[in-house]
């Protein structure tokens, strides 16, 4: 098996999906093309991720990595929540296979553009 | 639950039958074929024995049998040696764009070292036109390659058309019939090539032992170089337990051609029509009719190759996928690409080969199994 333990666990019960109807943000990556593709949606309060969801098209470790960074991002404040790098979503799910390391740039990302259209809307 | 294997277009486990074929060449007839002992000359018994019994099952004559290690062997040896014995009568070969890599790899190897191949592109169905073959032939054509039968979308080509178009035109043919033989009759004399690669582990045989099918009065040169093993085409010590055990499987496999063909053709379209007809989006990649018997290779829309494969994997199924994502390039496969496919959409497809032993509660297993995993991951979806 090319993944761990964790990996394979947030691959077969991932945390966090669906989406959100009045989402505070969405963030959209990847495109269907390369063969994943995400979106995550996000609640905010006092400057904090209340919720995060996400709805992913990819492969187990894309899988994984959306499912990790919400379980990441909750309960954090938005400036935390955007230094969470991809090495970080990659780290906590203990390890990801070389070649499968974009998928946790991707998750990462989405998370970040998520608060990034969240702030623009604010403003 | 007994895990259920669907992956035989991969490889498959190798027959008890076979097995007792093969283990007294381990330690009894151990010996090597050109010793001039009584050890040599058993083996070499065992090694005849078994030319003949290959040779005869694809219609050919023992001599015209030279064992190898495998497809990919038969492949390079058929390729470069018909390229390089015949340079000077030109340096054209014509081929599919659907092969497997054993020989596309092997033609692109010689693009680099002087000659021109002219990759014949498939239709949307994964089927070749004769009239294209035709069109590419050249004044310095000397070898067409086009393979019997396609291992990932399992489309079964018009080899015999080919070979008429060639022999007019003193053109070699090849093809890889490392997928056909056993589930498509094969007679070298009515098909007309005049070289074809066979894998033994691909029929219930050990891993590591081929042939190639070299016609008669073929010019072909050898590519690996020392004893005088195989007439002097493919120098080595046989691996006769190996070949012993090729050659049994290659027995069993005409002996149960009927009976194989017959089975698998009614598991493969119960999988496909239930398939298409309870899960929405999903569609057939390859013709329906010019197709292997075991065939089932089908596109989801909104879902990803790899994670269908590895929540089947979860549910002890064994199948295989043309994804991106579970290839080590990240590129997804050429086949695919071939039929003019959009990215998407071969994402989302996965091949089942069927084999000898499954059974019909098998196969509903998986369509039921496919039925919920997918109804998961469209869940995930933003496609869908
Ligand atoms: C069509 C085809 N050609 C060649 C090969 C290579 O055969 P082998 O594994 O015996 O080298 C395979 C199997 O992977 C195949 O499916």
């Known amino acids: 098996m090319m993944y761990n333990e964790k990996v394979m666990d947030h691959f077969t019960n991932p ?13 959209e990556v990847g495109n269907p093309t390369c063969g994943d593709m995400m979106t995550i949606y996000i609640k905010v309060k006092d400057d904090i991720l209340t919720n995060i969801k996400f709805k992913t098209f990819g492969c187990g470790a894309a899988i994984a990595t959306s499912s990790m960074v919400t379980e990441m991002g909750i309960g954090k404040t938005l400036e935390e929540a955007l230094k969470i790098t991809r090495d970080d979503v990659a780290d906590e799910l203990g390890g990801l296979p070389p070649i499968k390391l974009h998928c946790s740039n991707l998750a990462a990302d989405a998370l970040h553009k998520a608060i990034e259209d969240h702030m623009r809307k604010k403003q | 639950m007994k895990p259920i294997y669907m992956d035989h277009g991969s490889t498959t486990a190798v027959d008890p039958d076979v097995v007792r074929a093969m283990t007294p060449y381990f330690t009894e007839i151990f010996g090597n074929a050109s010793s001039l002992h009584s050890y040599g000359e058993q083996a070499t018994v065992g090694l005849n024995a078994s030319r003949q019994i290959v ?104 080899i015999e058309e080919i070979c008429i178009l060639a022999r007019d035109k003193g053109i070699y043919v090849h093809t890889d019939a490392v997928q056909s033989i056993g589930k ?98 999903s569609y057939l990649n390859g013709d329906l009719e010019q197709r292997l018997v075991n065939n089932v290779n089908i596109r989801f829309s909104y879902v990803e190759g790899e994670a269908m494969l590895l929540l089947l994997n979860n549910k002890g199924i064994a199948v295989s996928t043309g994804s991106a994502c579970s290839s080590k390039s990240l590129k997804p496969s050429h086949v695919l690409e071939a039929l003019g496919l959009a990215p998407e959409e071969m994402h989302g497809s996965l091949r089942i080969t069927l084999g000898r032993e499954n059974t019909e509660a098998e196969a509903d297993r998986v369509v039921e199994a496919l039925i919920e995993i997918i109804g998961k991951l469209r869940a995930m979806s933003p496609l869908a």
């Open chain 1, 15 to 27: 945390r966090n999906v669906g989406d959100i109807e009045d989402a505070d943000g969405v963030g």
């Open chain 2, 55 to 158: 040779a005869s099952a694809i219609g050919a004559h023992p001599d015209e049998i030279i064992f190898t290690s495998g497809g990919t062997e038969s492949d390079n040896l058929a390729i470069k040696g018909i390229a390089y014995r015949n340079q000077d009568r030109g340096r054209h070969i014509i081929t599919s764009n659907i092969e497997h890599p054993a020989v596309l790899n092997t033609c692109a190897y010689l693009e680099k070292h002087g000659f021109e191949v002219t990759y014949v592109p498939v239709n949307d169905r994964g089927l070749l036109d004769v009239e294209s073959v035709k069109e590419a032939v050249r004044d310095d054509t000397i070898l067409i390659t086009v393979m019997h039968a396609n291992n990932e979308i399992g489309t079964i080509q018009p």
């Open chain 2, 184 to 281: 498509v009759p094969i007679d070298v004399n009515r098909i007309g090539v005049d070289l074809l690669s066979i894998s033994s582990h691909k029929i219930y045989g050990p891993k590591g032992v081929g042939a190639l099918y070299i016609r008669k009065g073929t010019n072909i040169e050898a590519i690996s170089h020392g004893g005088s093993h195989e007439r002097g085409i493919r120098a080595g010590t046989e691996n006769i337990s190996g070949i012993v055990g090729f050659a049994r499987a290659m027995e069993l496999a005409q002996a149960r051609f009927d009976g194989d063909c017959e089975h698998l053709r009614s598991l493969r379209d119960r999988m496909i029509g239930n398939i298409l007809k309870s899960i929405d989006h």
